[in-house]
Nanobody, 127 residues
Framework: QVQLVESGGGSVQAGGSLRLSCAASGGTFSMYNMAWFRQAPGKEREFVGAISWRGSSTYYADSVKGRFTISRDNAKNTVYLQMNSLKPEDTAVYYC????????????????????WGQGTQVTVSS
């Protein structure tokens, strides 16, 4: 059983930056693909970014490409989301998710690909 704990959320003005962290415990972190999703009030949870278990591949939603960067530190069992040039539409609860590495295609943007989820951290961007 893997536990995921997000941190780093907060309130920031448009154009500012935040770095989210997700600390994992209870499993072999280096064997998990990791992702960030977000959910705004009244909206579906949506994919933001993902990183493969080796860290060799990263994937982003079009809405954040060029502004957000996902990375991981397997020695610290932590995945990060660096968010720059934040916009009011980035306001949401951000969730970390883990998917155990398996043979076959990694469906990085599919919610049901992920086995474990964190509790979320709030990000609020004001104009």
């Amino acid at each position: 059983q893997v536990q995921l704990v997000e941190s780093g959320g907060g309130s920031v003005q448009a154009g500012g930056s935040l770095r989210l962290s997700c600390a994992a415990s209870g499993g072999t972190f280096s064997m998990y693909n990791m992702a960030w999703f977000r959910q705004a009030p009244g909206k579906e949870r949506e994919f933001v970014g993902a990183i493969s278990w080796r860290g060799s591949s990263t994937y982003y939603a079009d809405s954040v490409k060029g502004r957000f960067t996902i990375s991981r530190d397997n020695a610290k069992n932590t995945v990060y989301l660096q968010m720059n040039s934040l916009k009011p539409e980035d306001t949401a609860v951000y969730y970390c998710a883990a998917s155990q590495h398996r043979m076959g295609q990694y469906r990085y943007s599919a919610k049901n690909e992920y086995d474990y989820w964190g509790q979320g951290t709030q990000v609020t961007v004001s104009s």
